[in-house]
């Protein structure tokens, strides 16, 4: 019901009455839920890979305040919004993210007012990129001064994205690296200090993560209305590969697989696992929530990896499969431009250049994020390993159940409320919420067998060329999966820790996600076949099952 929410102990009313929009009057604080007006449209697509899980209340309030404000400075940078949209409302329809219920949506309407002042007529096409899904409804369109100034400020932007994000991927290594030297040093107001400086700086790399996705948007959005104009071609296997698929991939030098390919060298022994956690250790499972350990912290998630990856043949190395990814792509290049003649195959050598120089960029941007973001984690442990020693709160980690302004002085009945918000977040776990929703969701506990059962055939976007057939392996916590080689990765979502198990999978199916997501970019560069935004995949599949996927097709068939 809308207008009303009762949420255990914590109830809420929306003001809606006087119909002007205003946000809800709060009765108590709960600081894992916010209330949304009734029109607003909400999606979980692509959010639910950073904003990992249900947040602890010191991770929201980074990402609330990071986050919020690094989708502004974009936006206000592309031209999209005006200045005047770098002051956070309080109003929480207007916001870009929220909390529902612990987890963290985008909200769809903001979105579509931001991006429908994309030059190029590319606004369906970058929704549907972020969502996987687009609004065919009438709108109201963007002032022309914010099309105009998207005209000329986003081509600026997009041709000093390259060098802004090496220099940021560059300062965000050496913060990482200082922060985590300094920190053990440090009192309990120099760390919270930090921490701050932290969301600052996670703002503005956040900034260029959205920048990178919308310029990667526009360009893949593009490359498929010039692909629609053609026929499909038989890729070199025999199947019929969308053209498109295998253009979006094959990059080459991607982060993320430079990860998987160092830890190839730890499995046989060619480099020290020190080397490799000095390198790569700010990442880790469920890496978008504070609380979570990275692989610095605790390196048993890597060295799970070591024995599946020395099973591995040579011929499965990360290097070995960018490689043939990477010929694919020529060939599919080669594929198309054979259709073309005179000034189209002009353009289209253009487009494919530009796509692979800013598609791989996302990745860029969100690693340098990752490292700011692990800053954080470190600064709010050693926080509370003081407090906890000072007998403020009774555990260090208590202290993610606190919000940032709590973090110099507990306040007095610092227990009573950690033991609340624990408790709140607890009860969250064990919902879930639907992927899009207008208003408020009706959420739907996660054992309900009712909300599990369909059927229809499961299905989803096809975002990696190829078909895979092998047992599934559910996997919903990759420091506690178990993935053999040949397996199907069965995930609710992915975040970067999760790219070094991509290698050992036959094939991949995600829950949530979109064309754009990190599991999808990662897979095609691997060359392995991925199903994503399957919405419930995680529910209705068992490990164990035999499965055949088709990541062209998004079918995905429940073997005898």
């Known amino acids: 019901m809308v207008g009303c929410a009762i949420i255990d102990d914590y109830k809420y009313e929306d003001d809606y009455g006087n119909g002007n929009g205003d946000r809800m009057i709060e009765r108590d604080e709960n600081v894992l839920h916010q209330i949304s007006g009734p029109h607003v449209a909400w999606s979980r697509v692509n959010t639910a890979e950073s904003i990992v899980g249900v947040q602890t209340p010191l991770s929201w309030s980074f990402w609330d305040q990071g986050g919020e404000l690094g989708f502004r400075r974009a936006y206000c940078e592309l031209g999209f919004l005006p200045p005047s949209a770098l002051t956070i409302p309080t109003n929480i329809d207007e916001h870009f993210t929220a909390l529902i219920y612990g987890r963290g949506a985008t909200n769809v309407s903001a979105f579509r007012a931001a991006l429908d002042a994309m030059p190029f007529s590319a606004t369906d096409d970058a929704e549907e ?33 390259p060098r802004r994000l090496a220099r940021l991927r560059v300062d965000s290594e050496v913060f990482w690296r200082e922060s985590l030297s300094a920190l053990p040093g440090e009192d309990v107001l120099a760390a919270v200090r930090r921490l701050e400086r932290a969301i600052d700086r996670f703002s503005d790399e956040v900034a260029a993560q959205i920048v990178a996705s919308t310029i990667a948007t526009l360009f893949s959005g593009r490359l498929q209305k010039m692909i629609g104009r ?89 290097i070995a499969a960018e490689r043939r990814r ?166 609710n979502t992915t975040d970067p820790s999760w790219s070094s198990y991509f290698l050992i999978a036959a094939g991949i199916v995600i829950d949530v996600g979109g064309p754009l997501s990190h599991g999808a970019i990662v897979a095609r560069e691997l060359g392995i076949p991925c199903v994503i935004n399957t919405v419930d995949g995680t529910r209705r599949l068992r490990t164990g099952d035999a499965l055949r996927i088709d990541g062209s097709s998004g079918h995905v068939e429940l073997l005898k």
């Open 230 to 318: 053609h026929p499909e071609t038989v890729g070199a296997d025999g199947e019929r590969d969308a053209l498109e698929l295998r253009l979006l991939g094959g990059f080459g030098d991607m982060e993320e697989i430079r990860v998987s390919s160092d830890l190839w060298r730890v499995a046989r022994e060619r480099e020290d696992l020190e080397l490799f956690l000095s390198r790569h250790g700010f990442r880790g499972p469920a890496d978008g929530e504070l609380s979570s350990h990275s692989w610095r912290e605790d390196s048993g998630p890597v060295e799970s990896l070591l024995a599946p990856y020395r099973a591995l043949p040579e011929a499965k190395s990360p």
């Open 326 to 491: 990477m010929d694919d792509r020529a060939q599919a290049e080669q594929l198309l431009l054979a259709r073309m003649s005179g000034s189209e195959r002009w353009r289209a050598r253009g487009l494919l250049s530009l796509a692979s120089r800013y598609v791989p960029l996302r990745v860029v941007a969100k690693a340098a994020f990752q490292q700011t973001f692990d800053v954080a984690r470190a600064a709010a442990r050693q926080i509370g390993a003081a407090h906890a020693r000072a007998k403020r709160i009774d555990d260090p980690e208590d202290i993610f159940f606190l919000m940032r302004d709590e973090l110099s002085e507990p306040p007095a009945d610092a227990r009573t409320l950690i033991a609340s918000r624990r408790a709140l977040r607890s009860r969250y776990q064990e919902l879930e919420l639907p992927l899009e929703f207008t208003g408020m969701p009706e959420p739907f506990a996660l054992d309900d067998p009712e909300a599990t059962v369909s059927t229809e055939p499961l299905s989803g976007l096809g975002v990696s060329a190829g078909v895979a057939e092998g047992l599934a392996r559910v996997v919903l916590d990759p420091s506690e999966g178990e993935l053999l080689p040949g397996e199907i990765l069965v995930c």
């Open 129 to 161: 990129s972020f969502f996987s899904t687009r609004d065919d409804a009438e709108r109201a369109s963007s002032p022309r001064r914010q099309r105009l100034a998207a005209s000329w400020r986003l081509p600026i932007t997009a041709l000093r994205l």
